[in-house]
């Protein structure tokens, strides 16, 4: 069926390395995306949202990129801390009331 | 605002005993949605709510789950009775426009 999916489950960068969390999606109907960060032992936590009419977005040392073509969604971190070690969920509304989820990429940074 | 509350934040518990997991959501919120957690099934969607009223319930997984939502600062997610493959997180989160927004989540260990 369709889904939200991850290509990789685990990234490991070094401290300072810029990072970049990919995510595919199959729904071409989905008009609004967000991505979450989820440390060990708390809940999802929002990090950024983009909708379809956007293929850019920026906040605090993140950027999300949207790809419609491809149906491709990325997440880029600049600058990696050792406190961006955490999980990343993509997550798409696919014009309903709730969130599909991905199955998370585990971001690791090495001092 | 403090955030999605959610209690216990820990429970163990025997197999067959009642398990009650609350959640108090952001105040002005108007979706209110439980999820359950684990390592190979990721973040399931169990049920959500909009105005306190049970909108899609096809995520619980038997009848031995229910949820109510007597107003609209609160909500319970019961288990009854309770069976070890019921260890997971539990989350709650709420939503503001499209955006959802999670509580710390409950761990639930079923012995």
């Known amino acids: 069926g369709e889904s939200v999916g991850l290509h990789l489950p685990t990234l490991s960068v070094q401290e300072g390395d810029n990072s970049i969390i990919n995510c595919a999606y199959s729904?071409?109907?989905?008009?609004?995306f967000i991505w979450y960060k989820q440390e060990s032992g708390k809940g999802p936590q929002f990090i950024i949202d983009i909708r379809s009419n956007m293929d850019k977005r920026q906040g605090q040392r993140v950027t999300v990129l949207l790809n419609k073509t491809v149906k491709h969604l990325s997440l880029q971190i600049a600058a990696t801390q050792p406190g961006d070690s955490a999980v990343y969920f993509c997550?798409?509304?696919?014009?309903?009331?709730?969130?599909?989820f991905g199955k998370g990429t585990m971001l690791l940074v090495s001092p | 605002d403090a955030g999605v509350i959610q209690s216990p934040r820990h429970e163990v518990t025997e197999m067959g005993q009642e398990v009650t997991l609350r959640c108090k959501p952001i105040?002005?919120?108007?979706?209110l949605f439980w999820y359950r957690q684990t390592m190979m099934r990721g973040l399931e969607l169990l049920i959500y709510f909009n105005n306190n009223v049970p909108i899609d319930d096809s995520g619980m997984p038997e009848d031995r789950f229910s949820a109510k939502m007597p107003n609209a600062s609160f909500s319970t997610l019961k288990i009854q009775p309770s069976e070890p493959r019921d260890s997971a997180v539990y989350f709650c989160a709420s939503r503001y426009q499209e955006t959802q927004y999670f509580g710390p989540g409950t761990r639930l260990l079923v012995l």
């Open positions: 105040s002005g919120h108007d979706y």
């Open positions: 997550a798409e509304n696919r014009g309903y009331s709730t969130l599909t």
């Open positions: 729904n071409s109907a989905s008009d609004y």
